[in-house]
């Protein structure tokens, strides 16, 4: 038990900080704060102490970084301040006395200044420093608490008593129930609407410094007409402390004179009380504070500044402190055998000459003596929080054998992603493409390249078609495989794919669909053939509607007409991919027929608005609507896969040699070209949305549309590779308005008919080119081979000088150059540029010129 004039000593403030605080501030570092090391607002919370058994405490959780109403309300606020270092290095090098006399010196002035009293939560200022390794959650931090250290120790004036010895029970239940309003405003304000308590449910969230405003401060007055507290018992703000103490009229002689050695109990002086000679009532008052220790005989860290302010502000000897602690069951009940009333004798401080001014060095403050007057200096502080072992020295925490591996991959998968918005690509959306639903069309060597590189993009959902089955050949070049998958005949290629990368991610959501797509010139066998391809058209076109990105990675060209078809009239994203022996192409499927990639210069474009909104009528009217309708009318569109040709997809499987079965490819250009393919989706997500990304425009044209340029760069139209010279262009070129895949003539057919315009094309690919007119362009073509070849007959001496002398035999060949090239210059409103070549994975190794 404490004796009189025993030195007060204090119960130190330990920190607790949970794991949600740890997540906040990881989510915050890596997508706001960045390189930042700038200080940072936060909160913490502390409550009275509610169990022998737990220490005072000051927590930390999610809501110290992003406070709201509701969080926490039976706890008091603590306002701290965030010093998140970037290296160990500079967390370790920090001047940690600089930092702790900062922090004290801003309640040092809080306390002489006047704006503790006001809000006392000022005198539980906390400090932070923490640095973060995100990559494998090990976290290094220190608290400091700062108190500030009087001239002379608070000592008692008698020994510490229970609030259930100092005062009957009638009284203990009066001092409870007003110190439970005080703590607990919003029971108050639900007893009693007329109460003066803001109400904080209608504010779904606010800042640090809404929180600590709303939240009840942690120390408060408690005063009565009666010097035993039997009556009349109210709370008051600490503010209002010399207000009680000059409780009476304008005539009336004060109650109390309190010098330095005067005490803190108002209405110790003599003199009539209420309603004898015009005087007020005399007030009792005692000091209330929620003290967060354990220790019955010590009470919580945060009451030493509060005392210190008693002693600087209020020029008190001698006061009163209630330590409330509450009762384990809960209830805002105040539990009396252990709450402690304690009364002090506090330091006699004269501001005048406590603390010293600070002392320049002798040569300057001669210089400056006569100029500056001396600067007041703060009170030496203490209060580093000591480690689990006792010593001045940083905490260590390590999250990471606490955290299930799922979780960790998942943090981990992401991580190198936002790190590229700290310093590479600030703007980036690492968040869209993550979120993009990618459908690939083939699981070979392609297949498993795009896959692999979508996972590392950080993309989800990812869905493979294919039909055919693992064998021994595949492991060594499609990385998804392994030898076990080619046992007993083979596993299902897309099962086998969509199951490996869930083991390397296992938060994938992957999908194995084995599927046999629809090809032109590839009729059904039969009744049963025809309606499992009728089955899986059906299930392809859903598949397709389902995703925002569709990946077309198949063997044969053929193979690929249905898949571009159902892009295009379902507004999905469309990217190529195809492999020869050492070229190969990766490029995007232009805009639908509906829409445009090239852009309207930005004047253009500006005109353009202003004409749509401006007040017309008649003739006009009808005319800017349609231009509003149909933006992209006049305006030309990319191409898709098959816009070079002028001949409808057909089999290309047939009278093939072993080598032309094969993909026949450098083991290294599968990889190069997926990479380039997901790199291009990539690109187009940072667009925005879909319909933006479809309708974006090529590199050469991107400088006319108006904004900012894109995080990732413009999305070209096509790569063309080859490895034999170690190089790579970009191409562009313009939609065909004859093409049998992606023409408004085969989208609309599909749209209206489906299954039907398959299945014709599975018969005859020449109905493709009936539909779109290009068995009109070959007629055109041969009635111009035949008119030349008249025009030979004619006159061959003419024409022998006119050909500079090519033999009769070379003649029709030059002939049917010719025809091709008038061909090409038929699209859509305008020439149509000649595209050189595809490259396809297995059969498509050779270039197609037109």
Known sequence: MAKSGEVLRFSQVQSVVDVTFLAELSELKLNVWKLSEDPVEIAGYFSPNRYDSVPARLQLDVSSLRPSATSRLDCHAAPGRLLLFNTLESFRSCDKQKLLREAAGTIWSDITGGAAEKEPWRLCRFLLLVHGDLKHYKFHYWFA??????????????????????????????????????????????????????????????????????????????????????????????????????????????????????????????????????????RHVLLVFSDASNQIMHPGWQLRNMLLLAAVRWRVRHLKVLCLRESSRGGA????????????????????????????????????????????????????????????????LDLGPHLRPEAQAEQAVDLNLR?????????????????????????????????????????????????????????????????????????????????????????????????????????????????????ATQQLDTLVSEHDAVFLLTDTRESRWLPALLAAARDRIAIT?????????????????????????????????????SAVTGADATGAAATATHPARGRRRLGCYFCNDVFAPA????????????????????????????????????????????????????????????????????????????????????????????????????????????????????????????????ASAAAMMEDEEVDEGKDEAERDVELGGVPREDRKTCSEASGAVELVLSGEGRPREAIEGKAGEGDDDEWMAL
């Not at 639900?190 to 009840?216: C, I, K, M, Q, W």
């Not at 004060?254 to 110790?268: K, Y």
């Not at 506090?346 to 001669?366: E, F, G, H, R």
């Not at 030496?380 to 689990?388: F, H, K, L, S, Y």
């Open 145 to 282: 608490f700062p108190a500030l250290k009087p001239p002379a120790p608070f000592a008692l004036d008698a020994p510490p008593t229970t609030l259930s010895a100092a005062f009957p029970a009638s009284t203990v239940e009066l001092i409870s129930s007003a110190c439970a309003a005080w703590r607990y405003p919003a029971t108050a304000c639900a007893a009693n609407p007329s109460s003066s308590f803001p109400d904080t449910s209608t504010n779904p969230g606010s800042s640090v410094v809404e929180v600590l405003a709303r939240t009840p401060a942690p120390f408060w007055l408690l005063s009565s007409s009666d010097e035993d507290l039997s009556r009349d018992v109210s709370t008051h703000p600490v503010s209002e402390w010399a207000e009680l103490l000059q409780q009476r009229d304008s005539t009336a002689a004060p109650l109390v004179t309190v010098d330095s050695g005067g005490s803190g109990e108002i209405g110790s002086g003599d003199g009539p009380r209420c309603g004898d000679g015009g005087r007020t009532a005399r």
């Open 333 to 396: 009940r105040l539990d009396p055998q252990r709450s402690v009333i304690l009364t002090l004798t506090l330091p006699d401080i004269d501001l005048v000459s406590w603390p010293p001014s600070l002392t320049a060095a002798p040569a300057v403050a001669k210089a400056a003596a006569a100029h500056s007057p001396p600067v007041l200096r703060c009170p030496d502080a203490v209060g580093w929080e000591a480690n689990p072992q006792g010593k001045l020295l940083p905490r260590y």
């Open 419 to 535: 790190l590229m918005r700290w310093r590479a690509v600030p703007e980036l959306e690492v968040g869209a493409l993550a979120a993009t639903k990618c459908l690939l069309l083939g699981a070979g060597t392609l297949g498993c390249a795009v896959a692999r590189t979508l996972q590392a993009w950080g993309v989800r959902h990812i869905t493979l078609v294919d039909n055919g089955r693992v064998a021994f050949s595949n492991p060594v070049r499609q990385s998804l495989y392994t030898f076990d998958d080619c046992l007993g005949g083979g596993r299902s290629k897309a099962e086998a794919a969509a199951e490996a990368l869930r083991r390397i991610f296992p938060s994938a959501v992957t999908r194995g669909v084995q599927l046999s797509i629809a090809m032109p010139g590839h009729p059904p066998a039969g009744p049963a053939d025809e309606e499992a391809l009728e089955q």
């Open 577 to 613: 991919a195809a492999v020869g022996f050492d070229s190969f192409l990766v490029m995007r499927h232009g805009a639908p027929p509906n829409a445009s990639n090239e852009p309207l210069p930005a004047a253009v474009a500006a005109t353009s608005a202003a004409t749509a909104a």
């Open 651 to 778: 089999n290309s499987t047939r009278d093939r040699s072993l080598d032309q079965q094969c993909t026949v490819a450098r083991p290294g250009l599968a990889p190069v070209a997926g990479a380039l393919a997901v790199e291009l989706l990539a690109a187009m997500v940072q667009y925005g949305t879909r319909e933006v990304a479809l309708c974006a425009p090529p590199p050469s044209l991107a400088a006319l549309q108006s904004g900012d340029s894109m995080p990732l760069g413009a999305a070209p139209h096509m790569v063309r590779g080859q490895l034999s010279s170690f190089s790579q262009v970009l191409m562009e070129g313009w939609a065909f308005a004859q093409c049998t895949a992606c023409s408004a003539a085969v989208v609309e057919a599909y749209r209206a008919r489906g299954w039907g315009l398959v299945r014709e094309a599975l018969q005859s690919p020449a109905a493709l080119e009936a539909l779109t007119g290009l068995s009109e362009l070959h």
